[in-house]
């Protein structure tokens, strides 16, 4: 497992991203946004990758929403959403982030940089996530579209999974942990990310 330190910059996002998961189970200042699922089509990927974090109440999954040609749609193709894990039935469902968690949790830049008959390639800066993120997408052996992440991990081009944010307290981050598979290996990759 890989450890780099973080720069001041990425301290702050995940500073931030603490403090939103934990103002996300703060009694809201105005009247709450409806629960409900994200809308997604038949050619879109509903998890692409997720934020994690340690207190087990829910994560954040990353959809991308897709055409009948697995081309992005829109400027805004990446799709930031709740997965909950506590106080909402059935256990694991889904509503949308609010322009709060967005803050936190948003995409900081998304841009296509290659697009043809089999698919495209996006350019992803998520706020959470230090690192840029490629994702490509295709359509799959069995007709429907896909969705593959990449970033560096430990060193290494890998297929990203996930992030991990281990809490220190409600307000900061011990650790962040990016969580993916070798390509080639299918190995798992790790890389801690500390102050």
Known sequence: MGERSLSSLKKAALLGAALLFSAADAPPAQAPEPRQDPKF?????????????SDG?????????????CKPV????VVPYWREYRDFKPLGGTHPCSWFDKLGYG???????????EGAELSVRLKPVPREITITTSRGNDGKCQAVA??????????????????????????????GKNPQTREAVTEKLTE
């Open 41 to 53: 089509g038949p050619n879109d990927v509903a998890t692409v990758f997720y934020v994690a974090k």
């Open 57 to 69: 109440e829910g994560r954040v999954d990353y959809g991308i929403r897709l055409d009948e040609k």
């Open 74 to 77: 829109g400027g805004e193709s």
């Open 107 to 117: 995409v900081a830049s998304e841009k296509v940089t290659r697009s043809d008959p």
């Open 150 to 179: 990449k970033t560096t991990i430990s060193g290494t081009k890998a297929e990203l999974e996930s992030a991990y944010l281990k809490l220190k307290r409600a307000m900061s981050v011990e650790y962040a942990e990016l969580r």
